[in-house]
């Protein structure tokens, strides 16, 4: 049987700032946690908004440039790159949706988006496909105009963690989500 229980939000952010053994949360697990999040997924859920202020999400395989930015190829016509074009900031969610319901581990980032310039795209396009070795690598060519399809990049200006309410380290009863790599 599960209970809801009211708890006042001050008494609500000092209880999730301790383990449930009492010690002190430690920044540093909860950023190696979201790291791993990251290093364990191809794909995210990036999610951006048309110029009436509909949203739009989509999955695209990505490959991070450490934990707070974020490269992928799209085709310039699709939703969320004509979004992009439009108001580059995003939002990215990063998580395995083939774990059993109540273990998923996720990240979530506020970004803003941008097509990587083509002083930069040699580089980032050699990076970029270097971690899918089983997938054909895009040129550069095969990223600038006239070609549809380009190399987008996020950079990551918000970053957390969602801690599960079942954690054993840091569980609350409640779901929540905490900052990392301030």
């Known amino acids: 049987m599960v209970r809801s229980v009211a ?18 949360m430690t920044q540093d697990i909860l950023d190696r946690r979201a790291a791993a999040v990251i290093e364990a997924n ?10 009436d202020g509909r949203p739009w999400v989509t999955p695209v395989y990505f490959t991070p440039d450490g934990h707070a ?3 992928w190829a799209s085709a ?3 939703a969320h ?17 083939s774990v059993p319901i109540g273990g998923a581990s996720a990240v979530y980032f506020r ?4 097509i990587v310039p083509d002083d930069e795209l040699e ?8 971690r899918y070795p089983e997938l054909r690598s895009f040129s550069a060519d095969e990223l600038r105009e006239p070609e549809g399809l380009r190399l ?18 840091y569980g609350t009863g409640i779901d929540s989500r905490r900052s990392v790599w301030p």
């Open 7 to 24: 708890v006042p939000w001050p008494l609500l952010r000092t209880v999730r700032a301790v383990r449930c053994d009492g010690e002190p």
């Open 152 to 169: 987008y990049r996020a950079h990551a200006t918000d970053h957390w963690i969602l801690v599960r309410g079942s954690d054993p380290d």
């Open 76 to 78: 310039t016509a699709a």
């Open 111 to 114: 970004a803003r988006a941008e």
């Open 81 to 97: 790159s004509v979004n992009i074009a439009a108001n580059p900031d995003v939002s990215i969610a990063i998580f395995d949706s």
């Open 69 to 71: 930015t974020f490269y």
């Open 123 to 130: 580089r980032r396009a050699a990076f970029y496909t270097s």
């Open 42 to 51: 191809k794909y995210m859920t990036l999610g951006t908004v048309d110029p």
